[in-house]
């Protein structure tokens, strides 16, 4: 019963973060720019403090990054809910971990693809590895923590007194 309301959470949890992915490519060249622009103008203005004189070549230096930056990180994301998603089942780890990536590159693909149907986008095969990137980090991720929690449950079973 726990594994299935954990697992309909990260379905839910999964499905919304592909949705919010699918918006933000359907934004036109000019909406997805402005969005990047705002984003690295506060980075700039409010976390770097670059100086006046400076702000608008560093921002136009740093905007693709951040860009790149926010595929990478949202890809981990749902690299996190795949795994999670996948640990919930009987599954041999590196079956995990595959299963994890191949779904998560399957989607990177269909993003990019629904790009270049976008106006003013295009469809790059250098997002879809930055994209693999994130899921394999975000997989990783969930298998360190889940090896965490075992290790951390094995050490309270060997503290527990014995019953004789």
């Not at 996948?86 to 780890?93: A, F, G, L, Q």
């Not at 298998?143 to 079973?157: A, P, Q």
């Amino acid at each position: 019963m726990k594994k299935n309301i954990i697992r309909i959470i990260l379905s839910i949890l999964l499905i919304g973060t592909f949705n919010i992915i699918f918006g933000f490519s359907g934004q036109n060249g000019e909406e997805s720019s402005g969005v990047s622009r705002k984003v690295t103008q506060f980075i700039v203005e409010n976390i770097l403090h670059i100086q006046e004189e400076d702000k608008i070549h560093t921002i136009e230096q740093m905007e693709g990054v951040i860009r790149k930056l926010a595929h990478f990180s949202i890809y981990t994301v749902v690299g996190i809910l795949l795994m999670g998603l996948v640990s919930t089942y009987n599954i041999e780890e590196m079956k995990r971990i595959y299963i994890s990536i191949i779904i998560g590159i399957i989607y990177a693909t269909s993003d990019e693809i629904h790009q270049f149907f976008v106006p003013d986008r295009a469809a790059k095969f250098t997002d879809v590895m930055i994209d693999t990137m994130g899921v394999a980090l975000g997989a990783l991720l969930v298998l360190l923590f889940i090896k965490m929690l075992v290790k951390n449950e094995h050490k309270k079973c060997q503290k527990s007194p014995k019953n004789v």
